[in-house]
């Protein structure tokens, strides 16, 4: 009877054994599928970022040469603007830009035409690297303060040159890859445009210069990546990741992934195994990355309940890999939308200070400056209102959505909570 029960129990263990390999070998042939299949759509869609008309990013062969500017070297630049410094020792700033005169040299003769470029890659195997970060913020200072000295020399125009040069730079890293990309294009952004905003508060620059000026700015504009840009390449990227990591295993690069710990975490809806949860992680990815870009393409008054629905969806996942690495929708819009308006008020506070030195005094409203200064009103993004031009000041509502009456947040910062994004304009 013992020896019955035994075997009984024997029998039924090799059943549950049976069936627990039944359904191991059926779940890792699914996920094999599911690797094979985001592979092909991972390559064919890196295949198609690489023929598509783009401007070049030739910057990133330039960085280290900026992050090895010495500080001492840079402090032959001083900020201008800081009331705290002391005035430069004008020889100190002009053996400075001498000696680094060929390097900028170089920067401008890189081509930022658009252009089909199989060199260009957004990936060279598996992994878009980022640019040395010291090196794209230091280029930003660079020519930021080169600018500031060049204006104060009465060297207007190469000051301008020296503006867009520092915005081109800034494209060109955002235009290398994902997020980490365009986090720092909208650092460099601020940096250089912190210059042109504070010169305008009081400026001397002449009608032809500011005219040349704002059809570069368009230009640049019109090739400016986007957040929605960056949010496509960051989900191949981490897509993948996790595709080498079946297809490399312990042999992937200690690259492959920015914080290996994320990925380590098993699950025992999946069985306690990596492997099915990566697999598992790449549908959820793809459509929470796709549901991301059409969120950063909505009108801003959209944008809050899209980036909601996704956060939603990130915290309902089942899958620990999909819950630690999804995208962060919503914190990624709020600086978007702000930089997005830092143009916006870049070229209209430009335009207002163009149409001064030409006519000799200040518009009586926006419309004055339609088509030749700008080829329409432009229109605050978050309330779909024309932008306000008063008093010397150009303005939107900043990021608390109502209107102060221009009248400017704790830091006068666009990034404010409170208060308005205000840009004075007034010719000396």
């Known amino acids: 009877m013992k020896r019955r029960a035994w075997k009984g129990t024997l029998g039924i263990a090799a059943l549950a054994a049976a069936a627990l390999g039944g359904l191991l070998w059926s779940a890792h042939s699914r996920a094999t599928a599911v690797f094979e299949r985001h592979d092909r759509l991972v390559k064919d869609a890196i295949a198609d970022l690489r023929s598509r008309p783009i401007v070049r990013a030739p910057f990133a062969a330039l960085a280290r040469e900026f992050e090895a500017i010495p500080d001492a070297g840079l402090a032959g630049l001083p900020k201008f603007t800081d009331e705290n410094k002391s005035a430069p020792n004008r020889a100190q700033v002009e053996g400075c830009l001498e000696r680094y005169a060929p390097l900028v040299e170089r920067v401008k003769r890189l081509d930022r035409t658009p252009e089909s470029s199989p060199a260009y890659r957004y990936e060279d195997g598996w992994a878009v690297d980022l640019p040395d970060g010291t090196g794209v913020i230091r280029a930003a200072q660079f020519f930021r303060d080169r600018a500031d000295h060049l204006y104060q020399t009465g060297r207007r125009d190469e000051a301008l040159e020296s503006i867009l040069l520092g915005l081109a730079v800034a494209h060109d890293t955002g235009r290398g890859g ?109 459509q929470l990355y796709a549901a991301s870009v059409r969120a950063a393409s909505l009108p801003p008054p959209l944008q809050a309940e899209a980036a909601a629905s996704i956060r939603s969806r990130l915290e309902a996942s089942r899958n620990p890999v999909v819950r630690r690495i999804g995208p962060a929708t919503e914190e990624l819009l709020k600086p978007d ?92």
């Open 178 to 286: 994902g997020i980490d990309h365009w986090s720092h294009q909208i650092a460099c952004e601020g940096i250089v445009t912190y210059f042109v905003r504070r010169t305008l508060e009081n400026h001397e620059f002449r009608a032809a210069e500011l005219g040349v000026f704002a059809k570069k700015i368009d230009r640049l504009s019109t090739q400016r990546p986007t957040l929605a840009d960056a949010l496509r390449v960051e989900d191949l990227l981490d897509r993948r990741s996790l595709l080498n990591l079946e297809f490399l295993g312990n042999d992937a690069p200690s690259a492959v992934y920015r914080d290996r710990e994320v990925i380590q975490g098993r699950s025992w809806r999946y069985l306690y195994s990596r492997r099915l949860a990566y697999a598992g992680a790449l549908d959820e990815l793809e």
């Open 337 to 428: 939308l702000s930089f997005r308006m830092k143009w916006t008020l870049l070229r209209t506070a430009i335009a207002v200070a163009w149409f001064e030195a030409e006519q000799g005094k200040s518009p009586d409203s926006l419309a004055d400056l339609v088509p030749k200064y700008l080829p329409e009103v432009p229109s605050c993004i978050r309330t779909g209102k024309p932008l306000v031009c008063r008093d010397r000041k150009v303005w939107w509502v900043g990021r608390n959505g109502v209107d102060d009456g221009g009248k400017a947040g704790t830091n006068d910062s666009e990034m404010d909570e409170d208060g308005d994004a205000v840009w004075h304009v007034k010719r000396k």
